[in-house]
């Protein structure tokens, strides 16, 4: 036993000296912006670069080193992905070495393939280099922004990556075109692009850089030096049969100092030029008025491409100018104007079934349409490290007037609605940082709206409601709407290292004056109202109140975001020939919470909750009837709306860069109160609708799953994914009160192939499964599947000849209704004169010379089966001038 504790206590003071012995050395690891590197590598060197001792920063960023010997020249050295390595002299060991690293750019691996194409990734920003994914038959930037994976491209020109909406358009950092970007995608050369950023959590205000909460995405076009030298574009002009004519001109420039794109084109081969004009982001700066009370009663569009459905004759004009007088200081100019002349011809069949009845409609009708746009928007933006101001004053005037001719069940007439739009608004945002790096902000917007509308029919229609069972010679409908609204606040920001608090005070106003009247003509052409309850002389006053706290942590791979808005609602309204004169007050808390956890370096998981009080507007509350169109007569007997809803939602975004891998999953539950319910009565040749006091809940589960992969050894990009949606809510019809159950399903493929040096394929399929049902009456159940198939095949021959032969295939089942089935294809031929810069083309488009096109839709207890008549083949012939 003596001899067991001598051996214990000499280990015990051989311990003790040791531990003297040991040296240890402390510090942190972070980047540019104060945030803590997880995991990063940490090595201890003597002077000859031997390394002593090594470990890894843990979450917090922070090191403990352990040594021994205690040399001369030793240094501390730091080095994670996507940084530059740091080293530090070690001078004293009892102090605490701090290592700050700066984002560098890194070029990942990737599997050994010739002419592979490789991603780089700089901090936030993956990098495409556009070599890489370009073909010879490709043009724009858009084109080859289609075979990157993670990036998809909608008809429409929207982008997203891996899943999420782009925020925002750059072209070297500039934002030209604001939100209308895909003037952009379309016009720019894809050889003057060197490469394309995603810039993941873009903040595009320097003063907010350092502390970083923004989860937006971006994508920023790099330009090549040789392509900022001049100005750089194309004029196109192209004629063909039966009478078509296609011309397009596009000039750009993208100096340091001076960018601009503008373009003018026109045609009348169904191609919409006012699809440049299309928003895909900005709010309505919580002025939420109606777009609009009346229409012509149209049927929509086919689920066709615009371009085999339109016929058109249209001209746009579209000039984008961005100049810098400094890095911090630029104006932006952004002006438009579209004129355009559309007809449509369709017949629309339908059904709605209730307990024991079913009403029916057939109807044919044609429509000529003319609508105009004319929008200007002036920005300056100084945006320096200490301010910001971004002041944008807007113009709107649009007009459309609309021509259409009409048959329900059997009974004709004419219509004709004219409808403008003038808004003119300015929207001021002042930030200044102040001591510490907190920031003050003051916000401002103001709008004044007029949008009179007028809608004539003739002859009168339904004359056992609208004039005592008497036949008459029409109907005027006069809506007028001036809207005056205006939104201000200030806020202070107190940012710390980690946690920012930001408290927001204001106000906002929005005046309305509804003035509405439906007089009848009589045969002998004799003008009167129709009734008094078929007018409105409204004036509502709405105002709003509010302040609210918003708490942001960031801690590393932690982020979460508080929000605590509180507001106090006032509404008056009154129209004396109604006797209305209400008002109401609600006070009212919308939290909500967000967070994000970092579960690698490329990946995350989010979530969310929300809380949302909504107040109607004066669409809920008008009590005079407005003919909305032909057949369509809606009132208001009900109490202003309000919404109690809430959301939660949950995401996971997966990214391999290396090997060029995404994948994204998407889940989302909402569930909504509401005090009010819309009540149908509906016959064979009238609709009736008014709004009623009545609560009814509503819910809605969606979900979706999205991956896109490159594949290096066949040289393609593949993608796919699948989405569903439920709602369940009530409808009100003929008194009788149902409640729905709507699902859909959509399963989606597709593959963008590089077959070998001179011939690609693409391949995209959609699948969708719509099923409408009732509880309550077995009858009404419905079902539709949808199948559509999009494939083009691309060759190149001799170097300068480039063909392309698409198809697309469409396959609708409805259960109780004929398959549909059809098939399009188009050819596409184009030379290219190198020497002489000009492409010369031919292309014919819908080889088959389909005319008709049938199509059928679902909605809870209706369904429908529209057929639209649609431009048959054409054929054109195209030359291209690029200088």
């Known amino acids: 036993m003596k001899k067991y504790y001598i051996i214990t206590l000499l280990f015990f003071l051989v311990g003790i000296a040791s ?106 920003t993956l990098n495409y280099k556009t070599s890489d994914f370009a073909d010879k038959q490709d043009r724009s930037i858009g084109d080859v922004l289609r075979k990157m994976p993670g990036i998809t491209v909608e008809e429409n020109g929207k982008v997203s990556y891996n899943g999420k909406p782009i925020s925002a358009l750059y072209i070297d950092g500039d934002n030209v075109l604001d939100d209308k970007y895909s003037i952009g995608t379309k016009s720019i050369p894809h050889g003057a692009v060197d490469k394309v950023q995603v810039i993941e959590k873009d903040q595009p205000i320097k003063m907010l850089r350092k502390n970083n909460m923004s989860e937006d995405v971006a994508l920023n076009l790099v330009i090549k030096e040789e392509a900022k030298i001049k100005v750089m574009g194309d004029i196109k002009a192209g004629a063909g049969t039966p009478n078509r004519f296609d011309g397009n001109a596009n000039a750009m420039l993208f100096k340091k100092k001076a960018k601009f794109i503008n373009n003018i084109k026109g045609n009348n081969i169904g191609v919409d030029p006012g699809i440049d004009l299309t928003s895909f982001f900005g709010g309505n700066n919580g002025n939420d008025k109606p777009s609009s009370f009346l229409s012509a009663g149209a049927a929509g569009v086919p689920t066709l491409p615009q371009k085999r459905t339109l016929f058109n004759s249209a001209g746009l004009a579209n000039l984008n100018n961005l100049y810098k007088f400094s890095e911090d200081l630029q104006i932006r100019a952004n002006i438009s104007y579209l004129y355009d002349q559309r007809d449509q011809q369709y017949s629309k069949f339908s059904e709605t079934y209730l307990s024991g009845q079913t009403i029916t409609y057939n109807e044919l009708q044609e429509n000529a349409i003319n609508p105009q746009k004319l929008q200007a928007k002036f920005n300056v933006l100084a945006n320096a490290d200490k301010y910001y101001f971004n002041d944008n004053l807007t113009v709107n005037y649009g007009t459309t007037r609309t021509n259409s001719g009409v048959v329900t069940n059997g009974i004709g007439a004419n219509q004709f609605l004219k409808q403008e739009n003038f808004d003119i608004s300015n929207e001021l945002n ?40 008497n036949p008459y010679a029409g109907l005027n409908q006069y809506v007028k709407l001036p809207t005056l609204y205006t939104n201000n606040y200030t806020s202070f920001a107190f940012v710390g290292n980690k946690f920012t608090q930001t408290y927001r005070l ?40 509010y302040t609210d706290a918003t708490y942001e942590y960031n801690f590393g791979k932690f982020k979460a975001s508080l929000g605590l808005p509180i507001s106090y609602n006032l509404i008056n309204y009154e129209d004396k020939a109604k006797d209305l004169d209400k008002s109401l007050d609600k006070f009212f808390v919308n939290p909500s919470l967000s967070v994000k956890y970092q579960t690698g370096i490329e990946n995350y998981v989010t979530a969310n909750y929300s809380f949302n009080n909504n107040l109607g507007g004066i669409d809920d509350i008008y009590r005079g009837t407005i003919l909305k169109n032909y057949r369509s007569l809606f009132a208001n007997d009900a109490p202003i709306s309000e919404r109690k809803s809430q959301n939660i939602g949950a995401a996971f975004s997966f990214r391999k860069a290396m090997q060029m891998f995404f994948f994204n999953l998407n889940a989302n539950y909402s569930t909504s109160t509401v005090n009010t319910i819309s009540s149908y009565t509906i016959s064979n040749s009238i609709q009736q609708r008014i709004v009623l006091p009545y609560v009814n809940d509503m819910n809605s589960l969606s979900f979706s799953a999205n991956a896109s992969k490159y594949l290096f050894n066949i040289r393609s990009t593949i993608n796919a994914g699948v989405g569903f949606n439920q709602s369940t809510f009530e409808q009100l019809q003929n008194n009788e009160l149902l409640p729905f159950t709507s699902q859909s399903t959509t399963y989606n493929v597709g593959l963008d192939s590089k077959i070998n040096n001179f011939i690609n394929w693409s391949y995209n399929a959609t699948y969708s499964i719509s099923t409408n049902k009732t509880s309550k009456i077995n009858a009404i159940k419905n079902n539709n599947q949808q199948l559509r198939q999009q494939s083009s095949i691309t060759a190149t021959a001799f170097k300068s000849v480039f063909m392309t032969l698409s198809a697309e295939h469409i396959f609708t089942h409805q259960s109780t209704q004929p398959d549909l089935k059809y098939i399009f294809a188009d050819f596409n031929m184009r030379y290219k004169f190198q020497k002489l810069k000009t492409d010369l083309e031919f292309g014919i488009t819908n080889l088959a010379n389909i005319k008709k096109f049938e199509a059928n839709y679902l909605s809870a207890n209706s369904f429908s089966s529209g057929t639209y008549y649609i431009p048959g083949r054409v054929a054109m012939m195209k030359a291209t001038f690029s200088f």
Request: proline residues 2%; hydrophobic residues 30%; glycine residues 6%.
């Open 19 to 124: 531990a003297y012995a040991q040296k240890q050395l402390k510090g942190k690891v972070k980047d540019a912006k104060g945030a803590p590197i997880l995991s990063a590598s940490i090595n201890l060197k003597d002077v000859t670069g031997n390394i002593l001792s090594f470990t890894r920063t843990n979450d917090k960023g922070e090191y403990t080193l352990s040594f021994s010997e205690e040399n001369k020249g030793l240094t501390v050295e730091a080095t994670s992905i996507g940084y530059t390595r740091k080293a530090i002299e070690i001078t004293d060991l009892n102090k605490s070495y701090d290592l700050i690293l700066q984002e560098s750019e890194t070029t990942l691996k990737t599997v050994e393939v010739k002419n592979k194409p490789t991603l780089t990734l700089n901090g936030d």
């Open 430 to 469: 002042y930030r200044k940082k102040l001591k510490s790096d907190n920031t003050f902000n003051f916000y401002s917007f103001i709008s004044k709206l007029t949008q009179p509308e007028v809608l004539t029919i003739n002859p009168g229609l339904n004359e056992a409601i609208l004039n005592n069972g």
């Open 506 to 545: 204001g106000f906002n106003v929005q005046q309305h004056e509804l003035n509405s009247e439906l007089y009848r003509v009589q045969n002998n052409q004799t003008t009167e109202l129709v009734s008094s309850q078929m007018t409105n002389n409204l004036d509502w006053l709405k105002t709003k109140l």
